[in-house]
């Protein structure tokens, strides 16, 4: 590998990537024709591939829902709302609304096929800035959080039966929870292929979890334990305060129904399988947290559950005790695919913001044999181990959802605006606007009774998203200095060399000098010269 002048990216020598390519070639597995044309090969180009089919996109999207939500939020939704009835209805009102969320990224993935999903559509439609402040907050709060808050949920179950008459140490947690990520980041740096399997082995795992627990708990629901759902409602907290802190833990649970948009690029016929793979994935899921959540309420009461670390194996110590050490592993499994399909989508965004300029442009850079962008993983991790530090998971969860519902408002006002600055773009799903109004407007008024319940939380949210504004300034419209830029230069070619990795506008470059030769070998050269 060879070193650029300053102020311009490393690049690999033709003759090294010409090798490279060959070896990608010999060693891709035949599948049959109709895949391999699905799948868009190009010659052993170095960009991400086409390989996700409608199974993948299911199995993705339902590997990252059913993950740490729906063994955290029961809780967090009774804390707020105190009741039973109040709680299943919460959790009817958080899937009937990410089904609604759902149906517009639904639109807005089919007439706007790339990948980074609502960063591209913020851009489309409001500008670069924007871009960035929706980036900024995904890339520092949403997704280390989410995925900081599973890989805790993982340690405490496996954890749990070793230490079955107190809790489990905290520095054993996080330990455990860092490694289950380094893990994960391992496998998507080497493989997607690999990557997807594994997705699809996990939700069967964490689908059979919940069906054992649905089924005991309607079994015990069948037998007469019903007391639980009389006088349902009593004790309930009707606040709006209540109702939309309730609402953020819910939704936390069905968070992952937008994942696919960050990975459109790399979905075969997008135009189908994104919208269909959306669909069948929230419909599925919605019924499921339903009835699991009836199924936990037949056997605990609201007090069980909020003085239960682990509300999946509390349940199993009161109904079927034998149990009690075999599904935690099941439902460990469930979280690590939540993650799992977390780390997949999120990388691409991160990976398409810096092709921006919006991010480092090392993290824009993929590994020339394994296809993946190897520094987005890796910058992922580091900031998911310092989410981890923090003590409050639910602390940190609601900060999510604030910062979330805000990218939510400007993605659904953006594709408002879009219906009227490009009337006429291709729009395979066409929902009426308004539809996506209503959505804009109700995250709004989420963001604003929170702004009014949870000071403390939204005014740390919020200055950590007003730290983005320098950042911008800083990072993507700051002519640097030379000998900062020198040393920008140095660390990028330092890091390519460490990973190995490369950026596709410089394949793309070295392609087109091997075009050249070519032509020069067939004695076409004057032509396309003349031509040109």
């Known amino acids: 590998m060879s070193v650029s002048p300053k102020g311009q990216l490393p690049t690999i020598p033709s003759s090294t990537m010409t090798s490279i390519k ?28 086409k390989q996700i089919n409608l199974f993948h996109c299911v199995s993705i999207i339902i590997g990252i829902i059913v993950g740490g939500g729906i063994f955290v939020s029961p809780v967090g939704i009774t804390l707020h709302v105190r009741s039973v009835g109040m709680s299943v209805m919460m959790w009817g009102v ?35 800035f924007a871009a960035f402040m929706c980036l900024w ?36 947690e996080r330990v455990l929870a860092a490694l289950i990520i380094a893990f994960l980041v391992a496998i998507n740096c080497h493989s997607v292929q690999w990557v997807t399997k594994l997705q699809a082995a996990i939700t069967f795992c964490k689908l059979a979890a919940l069906i054992v627990i649905i089924v005991i ?84 009461t609201p007090q069980e559950m909020l003085t239960s670390s682990a509300v999946a194996v509390t349940f199993l110590e009161r109904t079927v005790s034998s149990l009690s050490y075999v599904v935690p592993v099941l439902i460990a499994i469930s979280v690590v695919g939540g993650m799992n399909g977390s780390i997949l989508s999120m990388s691409r965004l991160f990976y398409v913001a810096a092709k921006n300029n919006h991010l480092p442009r090392i993290i824009s850079m993929i590994t020339v044999k394994s296809l993946t962008p190897t520094p987005s993983l ?62 804009s407007c109700a995250c709004a008024a989420i963001l604003g009774i929170t702004v009014y319940q949870k000071p403390q939380e939204s005014g740390i949210a919020l200055s950590i998203v007003a730290c983005g504004l320098p950042a911008y300034v800083l990072g993507s419209k700051w002519d640097k200095p030379d000998c900062i830029q020198n040393i920008l230069d140095d660390v990028t070619s330092f890091l390519q060399k460490l990973m190995l990795v490369t950026s596709q506008d410089a394949c793309e470059e070295d392609d087109s000098d091997d075009d050249d030769i070519d032509a020069v070998d067939d004695g076409s050269f004057g032509e396309k010269k003349l031509m040109s």
């Open 137 to 172: 907050m995904n890339y520092i709060i949403i997704n280390p959080v989410c995925v900081a808050a599973s890989s805790l949920v993982f340690a405490t179950y496996v954890l749990r039966p070793l230490f079955p008459d107190c809790e489990p140490p905290v520095e054993a």
């Open 378 to 439: 890796i910058s992922m991790f580091a900031l998911v181990v310092i989410m981890q530090s923090f003590g409050n998971i639910f602390f940190l969860v609601e900060m999510m959802g604030f910062c979330l519902a805000i990218v939510l408002v400007m993605v659904f006002a953006g594709q408002v605006l879009l219906r009227w600055t490009e009337p006429d773009l291709y729009r395979p799903i066409k929902l009426p606007v308004a539809l996506p109004i209503f959505l």
């Open 22 to 49: 060959q070896q990608q070639q010999q060693q891709q597995p035949r599948e049959d024709s109709a895949e391999s044309l699905d799948s868009g090969d190009n010659d052993g180009r170095i960009e991400l591939k």
């Open 94 to 128: 958080a899937g009937f609304f990410s089904m609604l969320c759902a149906l517009c990224y639904a639109e807005l993935g089919s007439c706007i096929p790339e990948s980074g999903g609502e960063y591209v559509y913020i851009q489309r439609a409001w500008g670069d």
């Open 217 to 300: 708990g309607f079994v015990w629901l069948g037998n007469g334990h019903s007391e639980n759902f009389q006088n349902s409602f009593a004790d309930s907290d009707y606040s709006a305060g209540a109702i939309s802190i309730s609402f953020y833990s819910g939704f936390f649970a069905f968070g992952g129904w937008s994942y696919l948009n960050f990975l459109t690029d790399e979905v075969i016929n997008p135009h189908r399988n994104l919208p269909l793979g959306i669909m069948i994935s929230i419909t599925a899921v919605t019924f499921i947290y339903i009835t699991a959540n009836i199924a936990y309420f037949a056997v605990l």
